[in-house]
T-cell receptor, first 114, second 114 residues
Framework: AQSVTQLGSHVSVSEGALVLLRCNYSSSVPPYLFWYVQYPNQGLQLLLKYTTGATLVKGINGFEAEFKKSETSFHLTKPSAHMSDAAEYFCAVSASGSARQLTFGSGTQLTVLP | EPEVTQTPSHQVTQMGQEVILRCVPISNHLYFYWYRQILGQKVEFLVSFYNNEISEKSEIFDDQFSVERPDGSNFTLKIRSTKLEDSAMYFC????????????FGPGTRLTVT
């Protein structure tokens, strides 16, 4: 079984500051990991994913995440926050098997302060 | 860019009524999913569908729920007798077959049961 823990349900940063959203996972098989963003009243948009290979993955809008197996973590970062980054961010791990349904964390609401 | 579409965007129904939520997945995708998000909570997996049958389902997906792919394009979720606790945002997702393991989500249908 898989599970995802996102530390911090709400994170506030100043515009231009570093964004760090934390995600830890539990998986009985090598994990595939994802970060999705949800803007108000919208669906889920994929930011980035880790499947195999390079552990530092880059996504859209300047976000990146690093898979650390020893720490079972997949934290999301962005060097400089922009007002448009304000949204809810979900970390997810996929199950084994061909369908690979996603197990989501509880989400982190990012607020960007002017 | 191909996208997953869902209709209606908002459905209001009375307790005990049947509802059908509709989704049009990306045309060459082979795996289809329904997830739900109760207001303020995490996104939860309901069911996955492949090769015209359910491949995985969660504990939430009880006998009140059913899915169908009635033609080559639509993918539906039926709730036979809605309950107040079925009120949620329902997301459809689809995935191709291959190594990307990326699910594309639709914008969601907000179901309100009164």
């Amino acid at each position: 079984a898989q599970s995802v823990t996102q530390l911090g349900s709400h994170v506030s940063v100043s515009e231009g500051a570093l964004v760090l959203l934390r995600c830890n996972y539990s998986s009985s098989v090598p994990p595939y990991l994802f970060w999705y963003v949800q803007y108000p009243n919208q669906g889920l948009q994929l930011l980035l994913k880790y499947t195999t290979g390079a552990t530092l993955v880059k996504g859209i809008n300047g976000f990146e995440a690093e898979f650390k197996k020893s720490e079972t973590s997949f934290h999301l970062t962005k060097p400089s926050a922009h007002m448009s980054d304000a949204a809810e961010y979900f970390c997810a791990v996929s199950a084994s098997g061909s369908a690979r349904q996603l197990t989501f964390g509880s989400g982190t609401q990012l607020t960007v302060l002017p | 860019e191909p996208e997953v579409t869902q209709t209606p965007s908002h459905q209001v129904t009375q307790m005990g009524q049947e509802v059908i939520l509709r989704c049009v997945p990306i045309s060459n995708h082979l795996y289809f999913y329904w997830y739900r998000q109760i207001l303020g909570q995490k996104v939860e997996f309901l069911v996955s569908f492949y090769n015209n049958e359910i491949s995985e389902k969660s504990e939430i997906f009880d006998d009140q729920f059913s899915v169908e792919r009635p033609d080559g394009s639509n993918f539906t979720l039926k709730i036979r007798s809605t309950k107040l606790e079925d009120s949620a945002m329902y997301f459809c997702a689809s995935k191709g077959q291959g190594v990307s393991y990326e699910q594309y989500f639709g914008p969601g249908t907000r179901l309100t049961v009164t």
